[in-house]
Structures are given as structure tokens and as C-alpha cells.
T-cell receptor, first 109, second 113 residues
Framework: TQLLEQSPQFLSIQEGENLTVYCNSS?????LQWYRQEPGEGPVLLVT?????EVKKLKRLTFQFGDARKDSSLHITAAQPGDTGLYLC?????????FGTGTSLTVIP | SQTIHQWPATLVQPVGSPLSLECTVE??????LYWYRQAAGRGLQLLFY??????ISSEVPQNLSASRPQDRQFILSSKKLLLSDSGFYLC????????????FGPGTRLLVL
């Protein structure tokens, strides 16, 4: 059973377009992380959100944690080819982290 | 600052051979340590986690085992590799000051032939 569902699974868009990736669960998390991973490398942390309703911005990336701390979204404005990669969400419960299924993003120049 | 190391980066092993992957963390004490396996382009499957020396929790019963002989060292092992053990293995840590976040090593690509 997958605790965190990510959608879409694959996304291919043109440079300059906007996109949103969703991470949903029926479980409550103490925090939620978003990572970006390139092929053959470990995931790199983008952001951690802790408070329900919290919104964090990282340049063109906007992260939101749901009010009930069960879901999160990642919005990218004016996507660039450098944004290409696998995006992973992960929710923390105690000492354990539960990962989403991943969203593979390709931004076409 | 904290850093995490994994080696080897790539490993090709025959079926039935043993395995030992090592992970070490620098710049922190008493970290929580984790081993994950990742299928190509997919999410991570938690294999083992450890909250202290000699304390190992297994999430998925399988052909692998883990050990934590020192505070900042985490080892993933197998006595006899199977074809299905092929994959990308990632080590991660979280700590008291960073309880809500995990940081990952560079990963080991294992191919069992």
C-alpha cells in the first residue's frame, strides 16, 4: 500500500509553461519534504514544510502544505529545461519517512 | 557542515556473491540512518532504518541485512545476491536538529548478473 500518491506520474511540457505536482495521502504527517533527483544521483532536498497551510517559495517554485497536513503541492512557474528531473515528496511520521511514487518532469526547450 | 558518503558508486556482481555497501556520515552525532532501494525513475522503498548503534529495524523481509557497528556508519549486506537485488541503493540520515528532514548520499548502482 502506497501511503503517498503523487500525480501526475509523468509530465512533459514546453519551456515557459506552468505546472503543478500533487502529493496526496489519507495520513497526517508531522512534516513534508520535496526532493528533486537527477539520474544516477541521490535526491536533493528542495524544501521542508511543517505547519498546516504553510506556503514556501523558492525562486520559481511554490510549495504548499495542506491545512490538515495530509497533502502538498509543488507549483513551478515558467518552467526551464534545468527543472527537468524526478520530483519526490516524502512525509514524516516519527522517525520514518514515506515517499511518494515520484513525478518525472521533462521541460522541452 | 554535515556530509554523507556512500561507496562504491557502481557495483557489478554475479548472482550468489556476497554484498557489502557502506555509508558514513560526518558532522553530526547520533543520527538516524536509513537504507532505501529505488527502481528506475520511481519512488523509494525503505529497507532498513536505525536510531542507534546496533539498533536495526527492517521494513521489508528479503535477502538483505543491515548493521550499524559505529554511530555514523551504516552497512547494507547480503550473503548471496539475487537478480532481483539489482537497483539503486540510497543511504540517508536525519538527526535531532533536523528531525523533520532526511539528507541523502550519492547512491550506489548495483547490477547483479
Amino acid at each position: 500500500t502506497q501511503l503517498l500518491e503523487q500525480s501526475p506520474q509523468f509530465l512533459s511540457i514546453q519551456e515557459g509553461e506552468n505546472l503543478t505536482v500533487y502529493c496526496n495521502s489519507s495520513s497526517v504527517f508531522s512534516s513534508l519534504q520535496w526532493y528533486r533527483q537527477e539520474p544516477g544521483e541521490g535526491p536533493v532536498l528542495l524544501v521542508t514544510v511543517v505547519t498546516g497551510g504553510e506556503v514556501k517559495k523558492l525562486k520559481r517554485l511554490t510549495f504548499q502544505f495542506g491545512d490538515a497536513r495530509k497533502d502538498s503541492s509543488l507549483h513551478i512557474t515558467a518552467a526551464q529545461p534545468g527543472d527537468t528531473g524526478l520530483y519526490l515528496c516524502a512525509g514524516a511520521i516519527g522517525n520514518q519517512f514515506y515517499f511518494g511514487t515520484g513525478t518525472s518532469l521533462t521541460v522541452i526547450p | 557542515s554535515q556530509t554523507i558518503h556512500q561507496w562504491p558508486a557502481t557495483l557489478v556482481q554475479p548472482v550468489g556473491s556476497p554484498l557489502s555497501l557502506e555509508c558514513t556520515v560526518e558532522g553530526t552525532s547520533n543520527p538516524n540512518l536509513y537504507w532505501y532501494r529505488q527502481a528506475a525513475g520511481r519512488g523509494l522503498q525503505l529497507l532498513f532504518y536505525s536510531v542507534g548503534i546496533g539498533q536495526i529495524s527492517s521494513e521489508v523481509p528479503q535477502n538483505l541485512s543491515a548493521s550499524r557497528p559505529q554511530d555514523r556508519q551504516f552497512i547494507l549486506s547480503s550473503k548471496k545476491l539475487l537478480l532481483s537485488d539489482s537497483g539503486f541503493y540510497l543511504c540517508a540520515w536525519s538527526g535531532e536538529d533536523f528531525q523533520e528532514t532526511q539528507y541523502f548520499g550519492p547512491g550506489t548502482r548495483l547490477l547483479v548478473l
